[in-house]
């Protein structure tokens, strides 16, 4: 086996990206304060082709160079808006149609192994802040919460990693059926 060159791959440019059908997921970051992780969200959306990213509160938007070490480009392709807060969002996001699910360990959360996405329905998942979470009042304002499992001594991932579990089995879903 060798190696694929970087021709040989036929990406989208920009340009082409914008205009591409994509997977019906808008991942909303709740005060993430980390600009590398904003940046990994940023490169795995562009990669499974999503819909946008929502930037909410303290959470960076591009321009910005720590950004773009991890989003290498991905900030220009992937659609992103930004709200000064994750309430304000959801509330754009429940007027325009989406079911909403926050990625959070809460009582009666649902464990994402169970959780199938229906096609033809349009979703939007809220990642919160690396020390606390989603806030509260948007789990209030969500339709559900997902969980990833976990089987460690750690109760919790990093929020890029959380991000490529969750936006892959949306795309595994719908797209890879």
Same mark, same amino acid.
């Given at each position: 086996?060798?190696?694929?060159?970087?021709?040989?791959?036929?990406?989208?440019?920009?340009?082409?990206?914008?205009? *591409?059908?994509?997977?019906?997921?808008?991942?909303?970051l709740?005060?993430?304060?980390?600009?590398?992780?904003?940046?990994?969200?940023?490169?795995?959306?562009?990669?499974?082709?999503?819909?946008? =990213?929502?930037?909410?509160?303290?959470?960076?938007?591009?321009?910005?160079?720590?950004?773009?070490?991890?989003?290498?480009?991905?900030?220009?392709?992937?659609?992103?808006?930004?709200?000064?807060? *994750?309430?304000? *969002? =959801?509330?754009?996001?429940?007027?325009?149609?989406?079911?909403?699910?926050? =990625?959070?360990?809460?009582?009666?959360?649902?464990k994402?192994?169970?959780?199938?996405?229906?096609?033809?329905?349009?979703?939007?998942?809220?990642?919160?802040?690396?020390?606390?979470?989603?806030?509260?009042?948007?789990?209030?304002?969500?339709?559900?919460?997902?969980?990833?499992?976990?089987?460690?001594?750690?109760?919790?991932?990093?929020?890029?990693?959380? *991000?490529g579990?969750?936006?892959?089995?949306?795309?595994?879903?719908?797209?890879?059926?």
């Amino acid at each position: 086996m060798k190696k694929l060159r970087t021709i040989e791959m036929q990406r989208l440019s920009v340009e082409e990206f914008k205009e *591409a059908e994509k997977l019906p997921l808008v991942v909303v970051l709740d005060d993430v304060r980390s600009m590398h992780n904003v940046g990994s969200v940023f490169r795995t959306g562009d990669a499974f082709r999503i819909e946008a =990213v929502y930037l909410c509160g303290i959470t960076s938007t591009p321009p910005s160079t720590e950004i773009h070490k991890t989003a290498l480009g991905a900030e220009d392709s992937v659609t992103w808006h930004y709200y000064p807060t *994750a309430m304000e *969002a =959801v509330e754009a996001l429940r007027k325009n149609g989406y079911e909403i699910y926050a =990625v959070e360990q809460a009582h009666g959360s649902t464990k994402l192994q169970t959780f199938t996405p229906i096609n033809n329905t349009k979703y939007a998942v809220i990642l919160g802040n690396e020390v606390k979470g989603v806030h509260q009042e948007v789990i209030d304002a969500s339709d559900g919460c997902l969980e990833i499992p976990q089987f460690g001594t750690k109760h919790s991932m990093n929020v890029s990693v959380t *991000a490529g579990i969750i936006i892959w089995h949306f795309a595994k879903a719908l797209i890879y059926k």
